[in-house]
């Protein structure tokens, strides 16, 4: 059974830092692109960031210079690196991996930034 299992996340404050990981079982040779989303109480989810099978990446306006993405085939892991954390990236996490035959995600982590 394919898994994606996000950790990482907790209370950090204003101007701090976290790093999320996304552990997967699927074979990352068939992972085309891999991502992380969020979405805030109230809001729809939305792209954080992404990463192709070629290292390409794209990210969100809000985020950019702030948060990195990156990954480990050899750990079948995926990485968000973010930095300066305001209030407003307080969200659930969610983990994103697509393939030719679907789209997989994970549960979620709950990030909030918060004095």
């Known amino acids: 059974q394919v898994q994606l299992v996000e950790s990482g996340g907790g209370l950090v404050q204003p101007g701090g830092s976290l790093r999320l990981s996304c552990a997967t079982t699927i074979n990352m040779f068939s992972v085309r692109i891999m991502g992380w989303y969020r979405q805030a109480p109230g809001k729809q989810r939305e792209l954080v960031a992404r990463?192709?099978?070629?290292?390409?990446?794209d990210y969100a306006t809000s985020v950019k210079g702030r948060f990195t993405i990156s990954r480990d085939s050899a750990k079948s892991t995926m990485y968000l690196e973010m930095n300066s954390l305001k209030p407003e990236d307080t969200a659930v996490y969610y983990c994103n991996a697509q393939t030719i035959m679907t789209d997989y995600w994970g549960e979620g982590t709950l990030v909030t930034v918060s004095s």
């Open positions: 990463l192709d099978s070629l290292g390409n990446t």
